[in-house]
């Protein structure tokens, strides 16, 4: 029989601590909303107001669509770390989280995710309209029911369709100005959900160890690098052509669709660049898949950014 030493043991599972005051208590469960996650949806949420207003929005129901949308962003993050709770442990990237250490209980998480989910209900309800808090309501049942409970470990296909509910805050934000959709946040919601399979996959081409592992059938873990690189470009390709449709569909100035086509040429530069480096013979970590993830990161940002200033332009 073995005998691990306790450096040994230590090494080869994850770390497990509790909490010990109220300030670790708090960053712990604020640590279960992915704040990072937050950050990259209300890049989107925003500016789609300025082009639903014409202009600059309304302030308090801008606040409140970021606030509540927060909330409601948070609540699926958090429900989606109960349900991953298992792999979570398993995975370099996701060992970390508080689940996964024992900093909150299971039970915790779950309750502090339905609540928040429930505050954004109510909230964007009261403070906006109905159908803003439907479709925030609905994107966290997609994430958490659909996505996490049934695609994400039984398809390879998960982030394709489960990303739907990242592209929910575009029509959010647009129906807390207008009070109905229209085909303007349909594009965008188009560029998301395109953008997000190629974003997603070149992370998960860094880290395909760690979805083995977990069981996750990630693209990159059941596919090869070049069907892998292919579907990227087919959807980056995608991603710029339904961007430069919003030019006709909401009537912008030059701005946005210079902007929008100068972005997507970089980005489709770098997406080819990695099938240039997979023909010259490079293979894993020397493709540096993270490269495009990172870039594609600024692109949407910027990208949305350019949707926000176009309208205040005369």
Request: glycine fraction near 6%; charge should be positive.
């Amino acid at each position: 029989m073995t005998v691990l030493t306790n450096r040994q043991a230590t090494a080869r599972s994850p770390q497990v601590e509790g909490p010990r005051s109220i300030g670790m208590i708090v960053k712990a469960y604020i640590a279960l909303t992915k704040p990072r996650i937050i950050e990259l949806l209300l890049i989107t949420t925003l500016p789609v107001m300025f082009l639903a207003a014409g202009g600059l929005p309304p302030l308090w129901t801008s606040i409140s669509v970021m606030v509540f949308g927060t909330l409601s962003a948070g609540s699926a993050n958090a429900l989606n770390c109960y349900v991953d709770r298992d792999i979570d442990q398993k995975m370099r990237r996701t060992r970390r989280r508080p689940l996964a250490r024992h900093q909150v209980s299971p039970r915790g998480a779950l309750v502090f995710g339905i609540v928040l989910g429930v505050l954004s209900l109510v909230g964007l309800w009261v403070t906006t309209n109905w159908l803003a808090a439907m479709l925030s309501t609905g994107a966290i049942l997609f994430y958490v029911l659909v996505y996490s409970m049934i695609l994400k470990r039984r398809t390879a296909q998960n982030i394709v369709w489960g990303g739907i509910a990242g592209c929910m805050p575009v029509m959010i934000g647009w129906a807390g100005i207008t009070e109905r959709l229209d085909w303007a946040p349909l594009v965008l919601f188009g560029v998301v959900f395109f953008w997000t399979p190629p974003h997603t996959w070149t992370l998960a081409m860094r880290y395909k160890e760690d979805y083995a592992a977990a069981k996750v059938p990630m693209l990159p873990v059941v596919a090869t690098e070049r069907r892998v690189i292919l579907e990227s470009i087919a959807y980056t390709w995608a991603t710029v052509l339904c961007s430069l449709a919003l030019w006709p569909v909401a009537g912008t100035t030059l701005f946005y669709p210079i902007v929008a086509a100068v972005l997507g040429a970089m980005c489709l530069w770098e997406v080819h660049r990695l099938l240039a480096r997979l023909n010259a013979g490079e293979t894993g970590v020397d493709l540096r898949p993270m490269r495009f993830f990172h870039w594609s990161n600024a692109y949407l940002a910027l990208l949305f950014l350019a949707v926000a200033i176009d309208p205040l332009l005369p």
